[in-house]
């Protein structure tokens, strides 16, 4: 299907998320839709388009005939929220959740001149829609009477005409939602509450009584989402719930993230397309997330859900692939434990990374042909110097084999105080377990030897130190950041 590019906030996009736990029909056998729209032209070509999600798509695409009577017909449309789209892109959704609908308006306000003439649902949906309109004008010319308030008690009355006016508003969907119980249109109004705030219980203080609030709200954000209810997808409800639970109702961090998206995956095994979609969603949202550790969710998603087999719709070959970044990922996630790497070291004795005592250690992949290693690399060492008295050691692992040029690279950059180390015959596979496929590449493991940090340049590898030993931030060299880009993702050949 093509996407149908257009976005809109309009009314129906206020409307979050479903009522109900019955399973009603979710695909239409059969359908016949018609529409006649005042200014439309003869040979003006008019679409059918359906949500996905938080997109849009292109469903059918027909000429106005003579007479101005557009139709679409077919057989197995999935329910949901579908849009007619006039030249100009402009358009109105209606519920497609009944076999026939028409439907007559015109171009010079489409929803509130609208004509429901076959169509239950759209009859009590248009109503409500046009309803909702008039308060909101209302609302605008009340707002306005504010500018010329002199007083408080005047602005106080024009706040309790608008505190009004949205009782009202309340009300009035209460009753719709009551007196059509088991309609798709009563699912929706239903569906565009969200919790109240609670009381604090007494005796809290302020901050406590506001933490308290917040974690009661966010646990009653999803009480309305009826997951096991496919026709969901076909509207922008079930996606946008999931980002603003995920991006606003979580601290961001990837553990606590993880721990929303799992609220979320439980109730989305209600229905095997919600679930799909779910999967989807969520492990498109971190699959190239810039955030640093904030590929643990990533991995997370892949792992649970795909490597798994829980992804079912998955070919061979995209499942292949997941796998492939997934176990690239895995072993240098935050907070997981780095793996140990035996090497031998310039003097040509053994060492491991486990084997060095320090409190921070920074653990470098470089390569002594590589423009900004050695650019970064005499870098590393003036920061060494700074930070080994607060227990900062180096463990730099080349990625290349010359001996002599990597030897001869140590000692013209002054890295002799680094602990420094080579794979010889690559038998340890640090590629894999570090993902490097560029160099240079930074981790800070702490003094357990896991990953705090990971791809850091030196000057956000200053920042992270200063900040685990409550240093002032460091202020960033003008152009710094320009010249790393130059060099960023060289190749480490190997």
Known sequence: MMRFSTVR????????????????????????????????????????????????????????????????????????????????????????VEPKVALETDLANMVSLMKVKTSVENTIFFDYLKFIEGKQKEAEAIKITKVDCKDQACKDAVDAALLKLDGDVKTYRNKVIGDNKGKFVSTLLYASQEPEVAKAPDGMSAEEAKNYQFRKYKSEYLQFVDFADERMLRTPIVQNKIKEYLNRLTVQ???????????????????PEVFKFCVITITNMWSNSKQMCFDKIYVHMAGSYYVSGRATWVDSTQLGKIK??????????????????????????????????????????????????????????????????YGVKVFAVSTKEEIDKWKEFIKEKGMEDFTNAVDVGNKTNFRVFYDIYSTPVIYLLDQDKRIMAKRLDIFNLKKYLNHELGLPEPVEEPGSHDEKLEDENKPDEH
């Not at 961090?253 to 229905?271: C, G, K, T, Y």
């Not at 005592?357 to 992949?365: E, H, R």
Request: positive net charge.
């Open 9 to 96: 906030k309009g009314f129906l996009l206020l409307l979050l998320v479903v009522l109900g736990s019955w399973l009603p029909a979710q695909k239409l056998a059969t359908y016949d839709y018609s529409f006649k729209v005042k200014g439309l032209a003869e040979g003006d070509t008019c679409m059918l388009a359906y949500y996905m999600g938080s997109k849009q798509y292109i469903k059918d695409t027909v000429v106005v005939p003579k007479g101005g009577l557009v139709t679409f017909k077919g057989k197995d449309l999935d329910a949901g929220i579908y849009l007619f789209v006039v030249p100009g892109m402009k358009y109105f959704e209606f519920l497609a």
């Open 253 to 271: 961090h990837p553990d606590s993230i993880i721990l929303s998206i799992e609220d979320i995956m439980v109730r989305a095994q209600a229905n």
């Open 324 to 389: 492939d970044r997934y176990y690239k990922m895995l072993y240098n996630t935050c907070d997981r434990k780095a793996v140990n790497l035996v090497l031998q070291d310039d003097h040509e004795k053994q060492v491991s990374l486990y084997g060095v005592d320090a409190k921070y250690t920074v653990l470098v992949f470089w390569a002594w042909d590589c423009g900004h290693c050695k650019k970064e690399m005499p870098q590393l060492v003036e920061l060494y110097k700074a930070y080994k008295q």
